[in-house]
C-alpha cells in the first residue's frame, strides 16, 4: 500500500531527509481523464489565474518583451528580467500591455474649433490611418467625436469640427472599467464602430474600436489577459531603492505584478520590500522570492507576498548549493512551502530544476501552482540572443544571473547574491555559463511539456490541478531511476 505523496514527503521530513523530483515517481490510479480533457489551469498569485502553469524565468537570456508577449498568449505568463536600465524595463512592459490592442488607452484627440482640412493635415503629417478622433475641451473633456462618416458628410473642408463632430450628448459611451466584452455588447447593441470611455467627470480615458476588440475577443481563448483585454505580464524589480524606483515607473505603464527577487528572500530588506510595495501598490501583487523552508515562506506572505518563488540552487545553472552549501532538495522544498501556506491563498512557483514534464506533474501533485522555467526555455526563438553553432549543432546562450558574466555585466545580478561593492573580478559566482540546444518556437516546446502535464492528469485520474494533489507516490532507488530512462538502446537523437 503506497503512500499519498504529501504523506511521503512528509514522512521524509520527519526523518530529516529531503527529496529531489527524480527521487519520486507518481502512482498512476483509476481514471476517468482523457488527456484532452484535463484543465491544466493554474495561478500565477493571488489574482493571476493561468490557463496553462508556465512562467518564464526572470533572466537576461529567457525573458524580454517577445518571451512575455509569448508566453501570455501560451496562458502563461513572463517575468522581464531586472538586468537593464529602468526605463529600458518600462518599455518591454509597455510593449507587452499594448500588444493586443483591445483598448486604446491614450486615444489621439483633436480640438473642435480646428476645421476638418486641419485634421487631414493632421493625419497625413503624424502617418495616423485612422480617421475616427475624440474632441476634447482645453481640460480632455470629451465633447464629441469625428468618424469617417463626417469627411465624407461634410465636403467643404473648411467646415469647423465643431460643427461637423457628433457631440457629446450623443454619443455611445462607457466607463474607465468597461471591459472588451461589455464595450463588444454596448457597441452591437447601439450599431457604433467606436466606444470612448470617459471617467465621472466626462475626462476622456480610453477608446475601444470594434474591429480591434472582435480581433481581441476572437484571438484570445487561452490568453492571459487583464480586465481590459491586454496581456498580463511581470517584471522583477530587485530590492528596496531600486525596487520603489522600478515599481513606479512600470505601475505607470500597467505591469501586473512585480517580482522582489533575490537569491534569499528571508531577510530584513526583502520583507520591507513586499511590505511597502503592497501598501503603496494594492492593486498590483507582489511575488516574492526565493526561499525553501516554510518559515521564509510564511514571513513572506506575512510581509503581503501575493506569490511566492520557491527554490535556493535547484536551477540547471546554479551553483549556489556547491558554493554556499544551503538548499533544499526541490521536491521538498515545495512540499514545506505549500504546506506553511496551506488555506492562505497564496499560491507557491516551484522555480528551477524542472527538466522534463514529468518534473512539472510532480511540481504541480506536490501542491505547486506554477512552475517556473529557465533552461527549457532558453533555446527558443522567443528567448534572447542569436543561435550559435557548436561541432554543427544549433544553440543558444543560457547563463545564470550569479554567473561570472550576469555579476560583471549587471549591478541586478551583484545584488541579488548579495556582491554589491566587490570589485569586478572579485565576485563569488553562484551559477555557470554555457549554451543550451536549439528548440526552434516556444510554441512547440509548450505543446510538448503541456502533453505532458495532460497525460500526467490522465494517469492520476486528475481533472484540475487540485485533483493530482490526491496522488500517491513513491520513492525510488537508483535503479529505478536508471529502469524509468531509456536504456540498452543506441537512441537517433541524444538529449
Ligand atoms: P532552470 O533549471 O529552469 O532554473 O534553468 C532557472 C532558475 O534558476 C535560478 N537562477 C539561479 N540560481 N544561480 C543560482 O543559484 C544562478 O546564477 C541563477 N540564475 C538563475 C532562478 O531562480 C531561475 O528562475
Known amino acids: 500500500m503506497s503512500l499519498s505523496l504529501q504523506a511521503l514527503l512528509q514522512k521524509r521530513a520527519d526523518d530529516g531527509f529531503a527529496l529531489a523530483y527524480s527521487d519520486l515517481l507518481l502512482e498512476p490510479a483509476h481514471s476517468a481523464v482523457m488527456p484532452r480533457d484535463a484543465d491544466p489551469s493554474g495561478r500565477f498569485s493571488r489574482t493571476i489565474p493561468l490557463s496553462v502553469p508556465f512562467v518564464s524565468a526572470a533572466m537576461s537570456t529567457v525573458t524580454t518583451a517577445s518571451m512575455a508577449i509569448a508566453m501570455a498568449t501560451h496562458g502563461g505568463i513572463g517575468v522581464i528580467h531586472p538586468a537593464m536600465d529602468p526605463e529600458e524595463q518600462r518599455k518591454m512592459v509597455r510593449k507587452v500591455k499594448l500588444r493586443l490592442n483591445g483598448l486604446i488607452d491614450t486615444p489621439v484627440t483633436i480640438r473642435a474649433q480646428i476645421s476638418l482640412e486641419e485634421v487631414r493635415q493632421l493625419r497625413e503629417d503624424k502617418g495616423y490611418g485612422f480617421e475616427t478622433f475624440p474632441v476634447v475641451d482645453d481640460r480632455d473633456r470629451l465633447v464629441g467625436i469625428i468618424t469617417s462618416n463626417d469627411f465624407k458628410f461634410w465636403p467643404d473642408p473648411s467646415t469647423l469640427v465643431s460643427d461637423a463632430m457628433t457631440p457629446y ?98 531577510t530584513q530588506g526583502v520583507l520591507e520590500t513586499v511590505h511597502t510595495l503592497k501598501h503603496t501598490y494594492p492593486h498590483i501583487d507582489i511575488v516574492a522570492g526565493n526561499t525553501s523552508y516554510d518559515e521564509g515562506a510564511k514571513r513572506l506572505a506575512q510581509a503581503g507576498a501575493d506569490g511566492i518563488l520557491v527554490g535556493q540552487g535547484p536551477g540547471s545553472i546554479c551553483t549556489t548549493r556547491i558554493v554556499a552549501g544551503i538548499g533544499i532538495p526541490q521536491a521538498s522544498a515545495v512540499f514545506e512551502c505549500v504546506q506553511a501556506l496551506k488555506g492562505s491563498g497564496v499560491p507557491i512557483i516551484a522555480d528551477g530544476g524542472i527538466t522534463t514534464s514529468g518534473d512539472i506533474v510532480k511540481a504541480l501533485a506536490i501542491g505547486a501552482s506554477a512552475v517556473m522555467l529557465g533552461g527549457l526555455l532558453a533555446g527558443t526563438d522567443e528567448a534572447p540572443g542569436e543561435k550559435v553553432y557548436v561541432n554543427g549543432q544549433p544553440m543558444k546562450e543560457y547563463f545564470g544571473m550569479g554567473s561570472g558574466r550576469a555579476m560583471r555585466e549587471h549591478a541586478a545580478s551583484r545584488k541579488r547574491y548579495g556582491q554589491q561593492g566587490i570589485p569586478s573580478g572579485k565576485h563569488t559566482p553562484e551559477g555557470v555559463e554555457g549554451r543550451v540546444p536549439y528548440r526552434g518556437p516556444i510554441e512547440s516546446v509548450i505543446n510538448e511539456l503541456l502533453g505532458g502535464v495532460r497525460s500526467g492528469m490522465g494517469y492520476l485520474g486528475a481533472k484540475t490541478i487540485e485533483d493530482m494533489r490526491a496522488a500517491h507516490a513513491v520513492q525510488i532507488t537508483q535503479a529505478g531511476y536508471v529502469e524509468s530512462r531509456p536504456h540498452n538502446i543506441y537512441l537517433d537523437h541524444s538529449e
Open 169 to 266: 450628448e450623443k454619443i455611445v459611451h462607457g466607463k474607465r472599467s468597461t471591459t472588451p466584452e461589455e464595450a463588444r455588447t454596448l457597441m452591437r447593441t447601439h450599431r457604433v464602430r467606436v466606444l470612448p470611455l470617459v471617467d465621472d467627470d466626462r475626462k476622456l480615458v480610453g477608446l475601444y474600436v470594434s474591429s480591434d476588440v472582435e480581433r481581441v475577443l476572437g484571438s484570445r481563448k487561452n490568453y492571459t489577459l487583464d480586465a481590459q483585454g491586454h496581456l498580463r505580464v511581470a517584471a522583477s524589480i530587485g530590492t528596496l531603492e531600486d525596487a520603489y524606483k522600478r515599481a513606479e515607473l512600470l505601475a505607470s505603464v500597467g505591469c501586473d505584478a512585480f517580482v522582489v527577487g533575490t537569491a534569499h528572500a528571508d
